[in-house]
């Protein structure tokens, strides 16, 4: 997503913006192009994605007023890939440049890996069947992770998108809107046979999946210049929440700089704020007003820089339990726990959200909590650090004096039995804490914690 400072949305823009929420819902990409030619090639492949998948039907367009129609009906009513039923439920997907995974690209219904070599994209290999939304109570529900189903070339990549799609619509649970995500799909049909399906719409085979490598899925902060010699600082905003507080500065810095700043803000998928496109003679300026403000502050511990919540109460209606204004005075107390032990610098990805639904995606963090009643929260732990693997139901419900009380004696073997970089999520299991989630299906496997 970009955000300029002199922007300002068209009614047009709104039009489309609602009818990609109700169909192909978003598409989300590594998120500067201008960081070399590769990040560029990405953000051209995902602005080519989300308009290859717009519906061409004016049925979005149309706005009814008391049984009457107020706008609309201009444009002739076909829709040669949606059909008349559309998708059976929304359909979200995400680009992802390895090392850095921080679009989370396992989570998304569709997963496009590029592959590069030489500096140049070949190709992508596609990965299906990720959702985080899950029903307490209901373990016909679950969060699952993407299977990735082979590797296409560029010129192939608008076809497989299609045929993805496609696959989905005609094969989507129709009866039941809790299980009618794709991942739900793909476990009915299995992962070959979702795969030959899409195989068939393309008209030729996957080839092989080209190895990747992911090393993280949090932001790197601070400066980085891009391949054009323009500077771009990455901020930390905590849980996006641009605000003015006893905390931070954040609405009264930003409404500064954007008032002078000439490139673009950019926002990342972990709800950090890039300031994008800094000229080298403007970037003394930008660094002043940055330390004014306090928005240069990336020296934050490592637990607190790889958090992140949803919004929760009072903005969201679906919230049981808070988590974005909560969060923060948790992490004040589990990262003096981690200092303590002398882990003031390690990373550990915890995320919250106040329902199931999975807006922060808690379901593959390594530590997280899910809200279930005010102050009541699901614990899970064991999701992999880099975003590769599921998370695991530790204790179906904990107040704060549990989570603290859970948490400062694993913390503390971990500091001293980990092995060498090994990241908390893995250590839990490898100490027997908790048993590894291998798929969706088997997320509820040996617990009771629903």
């Not at 490139?263 to 998928?269: I, M, P, S, V, Y």
């Not at 496109?277 to 020296?299: F, H």
């Not at 004040?332 to 726990?337: G, M």
């Amino acid at each position: 997503m970009i955000l300029s400072p002199l922007a300002v949305m068209s009614v047009s823009s709104l039009l489309s913006f609602a009818i990609k929420l109700t169909l192909d819902r978003n598409v989300q990409c590594t998120v500067n192009p201008a960081m070399s030619k590769t990040h560029e090639t990405v953000y051209d492949f995902s602005v080519a994605l989300s308009e290859h998948l717009l519906p061409k039907t004016s049925a979005y367009h149309e706005i009814w007023l008391d049984k009457k129609k107020v706008a609309g009906g201009e444009i002739a009513d076909l829709e040669p890939l949606y059909g008349p039923t559309y998708l059976p439920r929304k359909f979200k997907m995400a680009v992802a440049v390895p090392p850095d995974n921080g679009v989370d690209v396992f989570t998304n219904d569709v997963g496009w890996i590029a592959i590069v070599e030489n500096d140049k994209v070949v190709g992508y290999n596609v990965a299906v069947g990720g959702g985080m939304g899950v029903t307490h109570s209901n373990k016909k529900t679950y969060p699952r992770l993407a299977d990735v189903l082979g590797f296409v070339l560029p010129e192939d990549a608008l076809k497989t998108a299609e045929s993805i799609m496609l696959t989905q619509r005609d094969n989507g649970n129709r009866a039941d809107r809790k299980n009618a995500r794709l991942k739900y799909t793909v476990d009915a049909m299995t992962v070959a046979g979702f795969k030959a399906d899409v195989e068939r719409r393309m008209g030729k085979p996957f080839q092989p999946a080209r190895p990747f490598e992911f090393t993280h899925n949090t932001d790197t902060y601070g400066w980085q210049q891009g391949h054009d010699g323009q500077w771009h600082f990455t901020m930390f905003i905590e849980n996006g929440r641009v605000e003015d507080s006893p905390r931070n500065q954040f609405k009264s810095g930003l409404k500064e700089i954007a008032s002078v700043h000439k490139g673009e803000f950019r926002l990342t998928a972990n709800q950090h704020l890039i300031l994008s496109n800094v000229s080298p003679e403007d970037k003394p300026e930008m660094e002043r007003l940055l330390a004014k403000w306090g928005l240069d502050n990336v020296s934050h511990t490592g637990l607190r820089l790889s958090s992140s919540a949803c919004v929760a109460f009072p903005t969201c209606g679906l919230a049981m339990a808070e988590s974005e204004r909560y969060l923060p005075l948790l992490v004040d107390k589990v990262e003096k726990i981690m200092e303590d032990e002398g882990l003031r610098s390690d990373s550990i990805v915890m995320r919250m959200t106040g329902c199931p639904n999975g807006c922060a995606r808690p379901w593959n963090a390594e530590i997280a909590f899910v809200g279930k009643a005010p102050g009541s929260y699901l614990m899970m732990l064991g999701g992999g650090h880099k975003g590769e693997r599921l998370s695991k139901p530790y204790k179906a419900q904990v107040t704060e004096p549990e989570i603290l009380a859970i948490l400062k004696p694993m913390i503390k073997r971990w500091a001293t039995e980990r092995s060498d970089g090994e990241p908390f999520g893995d250590w839990v299991i490898r100490a027997g804490i908790i048993k590894e989630t291998t798929h969706g299906t088997n997320f509820w496997e040996g617990t009771d914690a629903s």
